[in-house]
């Protein structure tokens, strides 16, 4: 984050911090108008803050020589800026990420423009630079709740292997996608992809080994050899679960290093997925000259595809059966109705994925690995 010089108060400006005010509480900003400003989680300070965590009367900002500074009031857990912790005074700068032990709050101004206008804090910015903050527990804590999805033989009903799905219950960074959003300010990606894969395997479902964990990868991860040694380490690990790696199917645009790929999860008895197969463009070359054993057909292909014209269905029919012909197996994404999931079967699918089979669930919460109510189609 490039933060602005901090600006005098001469220039009237306003400050403000935002964050929540309790855990369950919606984001807020609160204008810092007089001094000295505490913080704590006593009733009736200028910022009370409902968390346990937080001590009485927890910190301060004070007005110096035209300047903002904050200074702990010797709170329990400590008061940090920027992720250092506050030992005596320290300057405060607009965009400053403050953390009054583990809750985040950012600085922020506005500055009056001529006499009628002010420069405003950019939606969005102030939740963004919260979860920035929050990554950082992410990861040193591991704070993520591993989801399972079910993958089942779509003929049989028979779960032959989950997908796991990186979870959090920290503000700004629920899903996957915010996990990632934050990584790449950091320059993070391969770390939170690898910390995601090692978590779920520790949580996975222990009853039945031989049901293939299906765990992704960040295309930032596919041109390094940390991906081949934390993979290893996975395997010294937990050298009785079956595993398969799903490779973004953009991400196989190098022959060589997908052929290498191949052959170091060969080695390592990992299986190899393509995943988010059939969308954009698609990488027909490299699936010929290096077949995955299982092929993910991207959600967007398969989403009401009963209801899709004649010449759709034989296209997606006609991958399959190349698929097929390669030696992998197909799988279908986002099956969310019986009608979908027909279709599928008679398009020749082996494998399916979705909410009509099941939603992603803590391993606590998963239900025996058997879908009754599916029919065999043959």
């Not at 000295?36 to 965590?53: D, E, K, V």
């Not at 033989?153 to 990632?180: A, C, H, Q």
């Not at 390094?224 to 050298?239: C, K, M, R, W």
């Not at 299982?294 to 399959?320: E, G, N, T, Y």
Request: include cysteine; proline fraction near 6%; hydrophobic fraction near 40%.
């Amino acid at each position: 984050m490039i933060k602005s010089p901090a600006i005098p108060n001469s220039m009237k400006v306003t400050w403000f911090l935002t964050g929540r005010l309790s855990v369950m509480g919606k984001v807020e900003s609160i204008d810092v108008t007089s001094f000295p400003f505490q913080i704590g989680r006593r009733h009736g300070l200028p910022l009370s803050l409902s968390y346990a965590t937080v001590s009485g009367v927890h910190a301060e900002i004070i007005f110096e020589e035209g300047y903002l500074h904050i200074r702990d009031a010797g709170s329990t857990n400590g008061t940090f800026v920027n992720g250092k912790q506050v030992h005596d005074k320290v300057l405060l700068n607009d965009g400053d990420l403050i953390q009054f032990a583990d809750v985040p709050f950012r600085v922020g101004m506005k500055v009056p423009v001529g006499t009628s206008s002010t420069l405003c804090d950019p939606s969005g910015a102030s939740e963004r630079a919260l979860s920035l903050i929050q990554f950082d527990k992410l990861m040193t804590d591991r704070a993520v709740v591993p989801h399972f999805q079910p993958i089942l033989d779509i003929r049989s009903g028979k779960v032959t292997g989950y997908e796991v799905l990186g979870r959090s219950n920290l503000f700004g960074l629920k899903t996957p996608r915010d996990m990632f959003l934050a990584a790449s300010q950091l320059d993070l990606e391969a770390e939170l992809s690898t910390m995601l894969r090692v978590a779920g395997l520790e949580c996975a479902p222990q009853e039945d080994t031989s049901l293939s964990l299906y765990l992704n990868t960040h295309p930032a991860e596919i041109v390094t050899t940390g991906l081949y040694d934390s993979l290893a380490s996975l395997v010294e690990t937990f050298p009785k679960q079956a595993i398969t790696l799903e490779v973004h199917e953009a991400s196989a645009t190098d022959l060589a290093s997908m052929k290498e790929l191949k052959r170091r999860l060969h080695d390592l008895g990992i299986k190899l997925a393509y995943d988010d197969f059939g969308v954009g463009q698609s990488r027909l070359v490299e699936l010929t000259e290096v077949s995955p054993d299982v092929v993910k057909f991207d959600m967007q292909l398969i989403r009401d595809i009963h209801l899709s014209p004649p010449r759709h269905q034989q296209m997606v029919a006609k991958l399959v059966q190349m698929v097929r012909e390669l030696g992998s197996l197909s799988l279908a994404e986002g099956v969310e109705s019986e009608a979908e999931h027909r279709c599928c079967c008679e398009m020749g699918f082996e494998l399916g994925q979705g909410y009509y089979y099941g939603k992603p669930l803590p391993a606590p919460e998963l239900p025996t690995p058997q879908i009754g109510r599916l029919r065999p189609l043959f």
